[in-house]
């Protein structure tokens, strides 16, 4: 009796990743690859939502500084996240020798 060894990964078990390509990194989803997102405060209007003179203009929005965006949460700013297929690890699990039950 030979073993088979299996041909997706040649019997190590895990390949890699097919996401990212094994660096584990991939741009960010939140921000498009920006690194920026649209101030929750102002909306990305860059005005103070609580600032509500009569007829003037609001102030700019502290929260960006008037910019409307804000650093990306999720990235950080560096405009790529950890690959979440692979947790950063820039390899998954086999699919073809490994519990079938994993999800897609
Ligand atoms: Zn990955
Ligand atoms: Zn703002
Ligand atoms: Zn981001
Ligand atoms: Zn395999």
């Not at 990212?20 to 920026?36: A, P, Q, V």
Request: proline share 8%; aromatic share 0%; charged share 30%.
């Amino acid at each position: 009796m030979t073993e088979k060894k299996c041909s997706c990964c040649d019997g190590v078990g895990i390949i890699v990743c097919p996401k990212c390509g094994g660096s584990g990194k991939e741009e960010c989803i939140d921000c498009n690859g920006t690194g920026l997102t649209d101030c929750i405060i102002c909306k990305g209007t860059g005005e103070d939502p609580y600032d509500n003179p009569n007829g003037g203009r609001p102030k700019d929005c502290s929260a960006c500084g008037g910019g409307g965006k804000r650093k990306c949460p999720i990235c950080n700013g560096t405009r790529i996240e950890d690959c979440p297929e692979c947790d950063g690890t820039g390899n998954v699990n086999c699919p073809e020798c490994n519990d079938p039950r994993i999800r897609k």
